[in-house]
């Protein structure tokens, strides 16, 4: 058979396979218009085989032609009414494979080739909005971050943290999912008091002291959950706060109060103790940093020699001597607390 004989038959085939299909695009569920160029070089029955293949799809039309020198392979999706339609350019290959935007499929992959076609309307959407941090539209973010900053209404000092997860997420909508590892580490208790501050911030806390972090992800079907992941400094995980866009001045004005302070023979952890009622904020420790680099506030003593001074520097010297740091962040609802770490790849500053 020569070249031009060849050339011929694919015609032929592209002709018959709109018609075979064009009778199925009222039973299809799948909003789906494919449209494959054929490469020169493929065999004689890849067509056909292709064409039985794809007919089993459920797609919404089908129809094979022969290929151009602009064909490449994509989706587009348009507006009909209310719904949308996609219509996808695929090339047959002289190797018999069918290529797709980032996936190519031989006959044996009959399976994927469906689940990818299933998939393809939400993959499509979703990738064509805007996205931000943790992949999200911003949509999608104003809705969690909304979730998220309801106020914690119970006291957690001293509970076991699995208890303190569970009481959060009954306030969710969102589904939260463990893992065994979360599981079995949160079954330890609390350290500190979350009471008042919002329900995102108070979950980072919970689960950094077990070395664990908040993962808002998108599923297949383009739904959000919050996953339970171990903590990994390369990590997008939810924040212990934010950075604040006012002012600290103007969000915690007390931290510039001149007064006159000495601190002799007396620790770190009883520093924080005397100087909470005039810092009026909540003071959050991060114990996970704590116990990474050994550090024990009740065992580090501190001095500060007789002098005046503001509150927000007599607080930084005298955390410096327990080798930490603080920073004012704010939680979901915008109020301030004081977080102290220390800085580095696994304890970063706070963010807007």
């Given at each position: 058979?020569?070249n031009?004989?060849?050339?011929?038959?694919?015609?032929t085939?592209?002709?018959?396979?709109?018609?075979?299909?064009?009778?199925?695009a009222?039973?299809?569920?799948?909003?789906?218009?494919?449209?494959?160029?054929?490469?020169?070089?493929?065999s004689?029955?890849?067509?056909q085989?292709?064409?039985?293949?794809?007919?089993?799809?459920?797609?919404?039309?089908?129809?094979?032609?022969?290929?151009?020198?602009?064909?490449q392979?994509?989706?587009?999706?348009?507006?009909?009414?209310?719904?949308?339609?996609?219509?996808?350019?695929?090339?047959?290959?002289?190797?018999?494979?069918?290529?797709?935007?980032?996936?190519?499929f031989?006959?044996?992959?009959?399976?994927?080739?469906?689940?990818?076609?299933?998939?393809?309307?939400?993959e499509t959407?979703?990738n064509?909005?805007?996205?931000?941090?943790?992949?999200?539209?911003?949509?999608?973010?104003?809705?969690?971050?909304?979730?998220?900053?309801?106020?914690?209404?119970?006291?957690t000092?001293?509970?076991?943290?699995?208890?303190?997860?569970h009481?959060?997420?009954?306030?969710?909508?969102?589904?939260?999912?463990?893992?065994?590892?979360?599981?079995?580490?949160?079954?330890?208790?609390?350290?500190?008091?979350?009471?008042?501050?919002?329900?995102?911030?108070?979950?980072?806390?919970?689960?950094?002291?077990?070395?664990?972090?908040?993962?808002?992800?998108?599923?297949?079907?383009?739904?959000?959950?919050?996953?339970?992941?171990?903590?990994?400094?390369?990590?997008?995980?939810?924040?212990?706060?934010?950075?604040?866009?006012?002012?600290?001045?103007?969000?915690?004005?007390?931290?510039?109060?001149?007064?006159?302070?000495?601190?002799t023979?007396?620790?770190?952890?009883?520093?924080?103790?005397?100087?909470?009622?005039?810092?009026?904020?909540?003071?959050?420790?991060?114990?996970?940093?704590?116990?990474?680099?050994?550090?024990?506030?009740?065992?580090?003593?501190?001095?500060?020699?007789?002098?005046?001074?503001?509150?927000?520097?007599?607080?930084?010297?005298?955390?410096?001597?327990a080798?930490?740091?603080?920073?004012?962040?704010?939680?979901?609802?915008?109020?301030?607390f004081?977080?102290?770490?220390?800085?580095?790849?696994?304890?970063?500053?706070?963010t807007?």
């Amino acid at each position: 058979m020569t070249n031009k004989d060849k050339s011929h038959l694919c015609w032929t085939i592209a002709f018959s396979v709109g018609l075979l299909f064009s009778g199925r695009a009222a039973q299809a569920t799948l909003p789906i218009e494919l449209e494959v160029a054929m490469e020169p070089g493929s065999s004689l029955t890849a067509p056909q085989e292709w064409t039985r293949i794809l007919g089993k799809m459920n797609l919404s039309r089908v129809r094979l032609r022969s290929i151009r020198s602009t064909d490449q392979p994509s989706v587009t999706h348009v507006q009909v009414g209310k719904s949308t339609r996609y219509r996808v350019l695929a090339i047959l290959s002289h190797r018999d494979e069918l290529i797709l935007p980032k996936k190519h499929f031989r006959m044996q992959d009959r399976r994927k080739l469906q689940t990818y076609f299933e998939q393809l309307p939400n993959e499509t959407q979703r990738n064509a909005s805007p996205r931000g941090r943790f992949d999200l539209t911003e949509k999608q973010f104003r809705r969690l971050f909304t979730e998220l900053s309801q106020p914690v209404s119970f006291a957690t000092e001293g509970k076991i943290s699995s208890e303190v997860l569970h009481q959060l997420q009954k306030k969710l909508t969102l589904p939260v999912v463990q893992t065994p590892r979360s599981s079995v580490l949160l079954e330890l208790s609390l350290r500190g008091e979350l009471q008042g501050l919002s329900t995102g911030t108070a979950l980072a806390i919970v689960l950094r002291q077990h070395g664990l972090m908040l993962q808002p992800e998108i599923t297949r079907d383009n739904s959000m959950q919050l996953t339970l992941a171990t903590y990994d400094s390369q990590g997008d995980a939810w924040p212990v706060g934010w950075k604040p866009e006012k002012s600290i001045r103007l969000i915690a004005p007390q931290m510039f109060e001149q007064l006159t302070l000495e601190a002799t023979n007396i620790t770190f952890a009883e520093v924080l103790s005397q100087l909470k009622p005039r810092l009026k904020v909540p003071i959050v420790l991060d114990h996970w940093i704590l116990t990474q680099r050994e550090i024990v506030p009740d065992q580090i003593s501190v001095k500060l020699a007789r002098r005046k001074t503001f509150l927000k520097g007599a607080l930084n010297r005298l955390a410096s001597q327990a080798r930490l740091a603080t920073e004012i962040r704010i939680d979901e609802l915008g109020q301030p607390f004081i977080w102290v770490t220390q800085f580095g790849k696994d304890s970063p500053r706070a963010t807007q």
